[in-house]
């Protein structure tokens, strides 16, 4: 899986952290709804296989979506979309969370 540094200015980093309006969550297909990236990596990680396979196929990726079309954040879908799986999913997400929360805070590396 190929990441991509990219520094995230302040403001970008807090508005991709935080939760979206009410009419843009994300209902997953168990029942949950992800307003946020931390939930949605949460989501993901304790999901099943069917609830993932339910949202991603050869054909669509709805997590890669949500992500890049509500929360507006091109680098996580892009590695998302190259995830091989649920749980290499959950990674890319947490990875990212931590990413931004270091450009939020203005921390560096």
Same mark, same amino acid.
């Not at 509500?70 to 990674?91: C, F, G, L, M, P």
């Given at each position: 899986?190929?990441? @991509?540094?990219?520094? &995230? %200015?302040? !403001?970008?980093?807090?508005?991709?952290?935080?939760?979206?309006?009410?009419? %843009? &969550?994300?209902?997953?297909?168990?029942?949950?709804?992800?307003?946020?990236?931390? !939930? #949605?990596?949460? *989501? #993901?990680?304790?999901? /099943?296989? !069917? /609830?993932?396979?339910?949202?991603?196929?050869?054909? %669509? =990726?709805?997590?890669?979506?949500? &992500?890049?079309?509500?929360?507006?954040?091109?680098? @996580?879908?892009? =590695?998302?979309? %190259?995830?091989?799986?649920? @749980?290499?999913?959950?990674? &890319?997400?947490? /990875?990212?969370? @931590?990413? #931004? !929360?270091? +450009?939020? +805070? *203005?921390? /560096?590396?």
């Amino acid at each position: 899986m190929v990441r @991509t540094i990219k520094t &995230v %200015k302040k !403001e970008d980093a807090v508005a991709m952290l935080a939760n979206v309006p009410d009419d %843009k &969550v994300f209902w997953c297909h168990d029942g949950r709804v992800f307003k946020n990236l931390r !939930e #949605l990596a949460d *989501g #993901l990680t304790n999901m /099943t296989e !069917e /609830t993932f396979r339910h949202h991603v196929s050869g054909e %669509k =990726n709805d997590f890669v979506i949500w &992500v890049r079309d509500v929360i507006k954040d091109e680098v @996580t879908a892009r =590695n998302i979309n %190259k995830a091989i799986n649920r @749980t290499q999913s959950a990674k &890319v997400v947490a /990875t990212r969370i @931590t990413a #931004l !929360e270091r +450009s939020k +805070s *203005g921390i /560096t590396k």
